[in-house]
Every structure is written in C-alpha cells, then in structure tokens.
C-alpha cells in the first residue's frame, strides 16, 4: 500500500490525502492549495498554527488554512495523528478567485469542546477506513466522508475569507522559478530588487503576483523556507544559536529569537532544549507514515467510527 492514501476525482484530480503519522520533532511546512485537517489519535503534541501555540492530547483536533505555516512536535514517545488534507475545490465557497474560507476556528481541545467534534473525528477515521479498503466502492465512500466533513465544517465553523495561491500552469510555472530561486538563495540578503532582476518583473507585479500565487508576501515566504533550515540546524547539529541565525540569512541573534518566538511560541534555546533523544528523527528521514492495517491503530480507527457525539 502507496503513503499517503489518496481520494480522486473522476478526471484524476487529488481531491484529499490522508495517512497516520509517527510523531517526532518539528515539521514546519504549508500548503498552497489545500486545508489540513490533525486528530491526535495517540500520545501527546504540540501544535504551532500561524502565531497560535496548542498542546494537545488524543481526541483533539484542529484545522488549518492553505498557505497557513504550521508546525508539529511529539512531547512522548508514541505519539500518532491523523492527517487529512483537502483541496480548496472541495469547500467551493470562494467569492472570487485568490480567496478561499477560513475553517481556522475549527480547534477541539479540553478548553475548546465542541458539540460536534465527535462527527469530526467519524468522518476523518471513516475516509481512512474507507481508502485502505481498496476496492470499487472505496472512493465513492470516502468521498461522502469527505462531503459530510466539509458540510460541518462549513456550517459551524465557517470564518471569513482570507488570500490563498491561486491554480493553474502559468502560474504554478513562475511560482516555481521564484520559490527555487529563494530555496537556493535563502542564506543570503535577498530583497524584492533582488527577485525582481532575476525574474525580470518590476516589484509592483512580482509583489502582487507572489501574493496571489503563493499565497503570502514575499517576506513572509522567505522567513518561512529560513524557518525551515533553521529548525533543522537547530535539531541536528551543535551549532551555537548565532551561527543558527546567521547561516540561514536572519541578520542577528535578536531577531531571529523574536521572530522563532512568534512563529513557534518559545525561543530557539527553549526548543533546543526541550528535544528528547528518543523522538528524534534522521537527519534526511522524510515522514514517518504508519500502516492503517496496524492491529493498534485500527482499533483507535475503529473507536472514533463508534464513538459516541461530543
């Protein structure tokens, strides 16, 4: 069986993917054009959303909006979530196009109970139940899991809403040659000038067009892919925080705590020092994806499609 499982549509187009994740240390990404949906199914977590920091324990779950940057950490050893991402086209709700719905108030915690968390956690256990039937009804199944998920979100969770990357080749083409530009180039002091020679575009329409093709400004995406090497250096190597700061283009020490403060709710040091050996991953590990068919893990599956509303 191929990870992570996938739901598509009769012309192929993925409609959502879904898989369960062996927890370790942070993975900060984001997703241009589609809405992740975590249940905690074992263990404990921390959850870091945009600016919001949440701890969470099994049962809980929590949405998050395409382009929103977001990052998740096991706080014990054992530590599984499902995940479940959905394409924009399956919340059909956009007033134009660049804008999406937000589903971000859709968070289940102690603190945040929610009368219908419990058809939440059935529909996400039924899609994965489903997908890993493999048969001829599996995907039609699935996709009224799907359905219904979207129509409750939708209905007690809908937001206001908020920019996301826009579809299409051409765009999809120039967003690539700025995003590779900026993945080879992270470490040094760029600025929009800089973009704007190398892709030939004056900065009015290059800042306009990242924004509408990645979904945030072009500050905020390069602070991201630094983000991303910066965790990296601080989980694999012994570099001091300095030189943290400084290989992966933050000017100074300062900033770069205030700015790791912000995205991740606690400073470089403190989550240098919260890293437990035995949650680690390799280096070079990619996603560490656990078989649905697992006796264990099935009957977690099995307990969210029973269990009873709330």
């Given amino acids: 069986m191929t990870f992570p499982l996938q739901m598509t549509a009769p012309d192929g187009a993925v409609l959502a993917q879904a898989y369960i994740h062996q927890m370790l240390n942070y993975r900060y990404h984001w997703h241009r054009q589609e809405y992740e949906l975590f249940l905690l199914l074992q263990g404990k977590a921390v959850f870091n959303r ?3 920091v949440w701890t969470l324990d099994p049962g809980d779950l929590l949405l998050t909006n395409p382009g929103c940057a977001h990052a998740s950490c096991a706080r014990q050893p054992g530590t ?44 996400a256990a039924g899609i994965v139940t489903e997908l890993i039937q493999n048969d001829r009804f599996s995907s039609l199944s699935a996709q009224s899991w799907l359905q219904l998920l979207t129509a409750l979100l939708c209905r ?27 993945r080879l180039h992270y470490a040094e002091k760029i600025t929009l ?31 991201r892919i630094r983000f991303q090497h910066a965790v990296h250096d601080l ?50 590990l990619g996603r560490s994806y656990c078989d649905p068919h697992d006796e264990e893990i099935a009957a977690l599956l099995q307990h969210w499609l029973a269990a009873p509303e709330g």
């Fill in 193 to 223: 000038n800089d973009l704007a020679a190398f892709t030939g575009y004056n900065r009015t329409y290059l800042s306009t067009f990242l924004k509408l093709h990645t979904g945030t400004s072009f500050h905020e995406y390069l602070t």
């Fill in 235 to 284: 989980t694999y190597t012994s570099k001091t925080l300095t030189e943290v700061a400084l290989d992966n283009g933050f000017p100074e020490l300062k900033l770069f705590n205030s700015r790791f403060r912000a995205a991740f709710g606690q400073s470089p040091a403190a989550y240098r020092a919260h890293l437990a050996p035995e949650l680690l991953a390799q280096p070079n």
């Fill in 50 to 52: 945009g600016e919001e």
């Fill in 156 to 182: 007690h969770f809908a937001g206001p809403m908020v920019p996301c990357a826009l579809e299409g080749e051409g765009a999809d083409a120039g967003a690539r040659q700025i995003t590779e530009y900026l």
């Fill in 80 to 123: 599984r979530a499902l995940i479940l991402r959905f394409s924009t086209s399956a919340v059909p709700f956009a007033a134009k196009p660049g804008q999406c719905l937000s589903l971000a108030p859709c968070v289940v915690t102690a603190d945040h109970p929610h009368p219908q968390a419990g058809a939440l956690r059935r529909c």
